[in-house]
Nanobody
Framework: QLQLVESGGGLVQPGGSLRLSCAAS????????IGWFRQAPGKEREGASC????????RYADSVKGRFTISRDNAKNTVYLQMNSLKPEDTAVYYC?????????????WGKGTLVTVSS
């Protein structure tokens, strides 16, 4: 079965950190650019970050720039999202997605999401 599986979500206090992981099952992650979307309750889905196939190019939404870092370990078939200085407005379900490139909008694979809650 071809799928993306996210992990690492949870409850964290404001100012804290979490690292999300995205692992591929049934296909090779390094054939795709990998991104993270997030959707907060009652809000539209937002693209948070994306990393190219090689890892040489990354993109960030203005809302997370300087606080989040995306990286990939192709040998482990895994992409990471390091989230620092978390704010309550970062609370959302975070989805891992695979695309042919960060510049395209068409998503090839979606994960089921992992919940991040930032609250004191």
């Amino acid at each position: 079965q071809l799928q993306l599986v996210e992990s690492g979500g949870g409850l964290v206090q404001p100012g804290g950190s979490l690292r999300l992981s995205c692992a591929a099952s049934g296909f090779t992650l390094n054939n795709y650019a990998i991104g993270w979307f997030r959707q907060a309750p009652g809000k539209e889905r937002e693209g948070a970050s994306c990393i190219s196939r090689s890892g040489g190019s990354t993109r960030y939404a203005d809302s997370v720039k300087g606080r989040f870092t995306i990286s990939r370990d192709n040998a482990k078939n895994t992409v990471y999202l390091q989230m620092n200085s978390l704010k309550p407005e970062d609370t959302a379900v975070y989805y891992c997605i695979a695309k042919n490139s960060c510049a395209t909008s068409r998503v090839v694979y979606w994960g089921k999401g992992t919940l991040v809650t930032v609250s004191s």
